[in-house]
C-alpha cells in the first residue's frame, strides 16, 4: 500500500477565535503544502517520531512515513493541521470531510496538545480554488463565495515564533463572548464588502484580538505600521496569536512590493499509488 495526501495551507479572511465558539469564519486555502508519503512496510513504522505518533494515534498501519512541506511553522497558517489531516487521509478509510476533519482534531489534542478548534481542517477539506468559504461552527455547514478580483491579500512574516500548545489561548471569558459576536457580524458584513471597506474589518478584528489578549505589542506596531501604509486597506494579525503571520489587504499587487500576492487553491487531496 501507498497512499499520499497533499494538504494547503490556509488563510483567514476573518473570524478568528469563533470556531470553538460556535461562530463564523472565512478563511480560503493557499498554494502552499504539506505532502504525506506512506508506504507500507515490513511490520514497523519509519518516520519522524512526532509524525509517526499522531499515524499511531490515528490508527495507521505499519508504513515508512515521509513528509515535506512549504507551509511555514509556527505562523499562524496550520502547518499542525495540515500535517494532522494529511496522517488522517492516509491512514484512515474514511471519506466524509467532517469525519476526517474532527478525527484530525481528536490526534492533535492528542499528541500535539493544541486546543484547537475545527476552522484550520474544514477549511483545507472544503476549499474550493476561487472561493472563500463561510463556516458556521453551530453546526459545523459550509457555504462559498466568490473571491472577489480586488481582495488582494499579502502575508507579511511577523518575524516571532508561536507555540499554541503552550498558550491558553480560548480561555471562556466576558471578552471573547464579546469578542465572538462582534467577529460573527464582522464576517457577515465582509461577505458583501468592497475591499476598502473589508480593509476596515480587518482592523475592527484586530483591534478585538488585542482586547481578548491574544496579541503581543511588538505584533502590534507592525500591525500600526501597515495600516498607516499608503495603498494598505487593512491588516490584522492571523491565527490563534502571540506571532506568525499578519494577513494584509492591499489596493493593488503593487503595495508592499518585495511581498507576493497570495492564490487560492483547491482543497486536500488523497492518492492511491502502485
Known amino acids: 500500500m501507498y497512499r499520499r495526501a497533499t494538504v494547503p495551507a490556509r488563510i483567514n479572511i476573518i473570524g478568528e477565535h469563533t470556531d470553538y465558539e ?35 494515534a490515528a490508527g495507521g498501519w505499519p508504513a ?24 488522517v487521509l492516509c491512514a484512515k478509510e474514511l471519506n466524509d470531510p467532517l469525519e476526517i476533519c474532527k478525527e484530525a482534531q481528536r490526534i492533535e489534542h492528542e499528541v500535539l496538545k493544541t486546543p484547537c478548534g475545527l476552522l484550520d481542517q474544514m477549511a483545507m477539506m472544503y476549499a474550493k480554488k476561487g472561493k472563500a468559504t463561510l463556516i458556521n461552527f453551530s453546526n459545523n455547514t459550509v457555504d462559498y463565495q466568490d473571491i472577489p478580483e480586488n481582495w488582494y491579500f499579502k502575508l507579511v512574516d511577523s518575524g516571532i515564533h508561536r507555540n499554541l500548545a503552550s498558550t491558553n489561548y480560548h480561555q471562556k471569558s466576558d471578552h ?34 488585542k482586547s481578548l489578549g491574544v496579541s503581543l505589542p511588538e505584533i502590534d506596531s507592525q500591525v500600526k505600521l501597515l495600516q498607516s501604509t499608503n495603498g494598505v486597506f487593512g491588516a490584522r494579525m492571523m491565527g490563534g496569536g502571540f506571532g506568525g503571520m499578519i494577513l ?26 502502485l
Open 22 to 56: 460556535g461562530g463564523l469564519s472565512l478563511p480560503f486555502a493557499i498554494d502552499s503544502y504539506l505532502v504525506l508519503e506512506a508506504k507500507k512496510s515490513d511490520g514497523d513504522f519509519y518516520g519522524d517520531s512526532i509524525v509517526v505518533n499522531l499515524w499511531k
Open 64 to 87: 515508512t512515513i515521509t513528509v515535506s512541506s512549504d507551509i511555514p511553522i509556527g505562523k499562524g497558517m496550520s502547518s499542525s493541521a495540515a500535517l494532522c489531516v494529511a496522517v
Open 176 to 209: 471573547l463572548r464579546a469578542h465572538v459576536i462582534e467577529e460573527n457580524s464582522r464576517v457577515r458584513m465582509a461577505l458583501s464588502a468592497p475591499a476598502k471597506k473589508l480593509g476596515k474589518l480587518l482592523n475592527q478584528s484586530h483591534e478585538s484580538l
Open 248 to 273: 494584509v489587504l492591499v489596493e493593488s499587487p503593487e503595495i508592499l512590493p518585495e511581498i507576493p500576492l497570495v492564490s487560492s487553491s483547491n482543497s486536500a487531496i488523497l492518492e492511491e499509488l
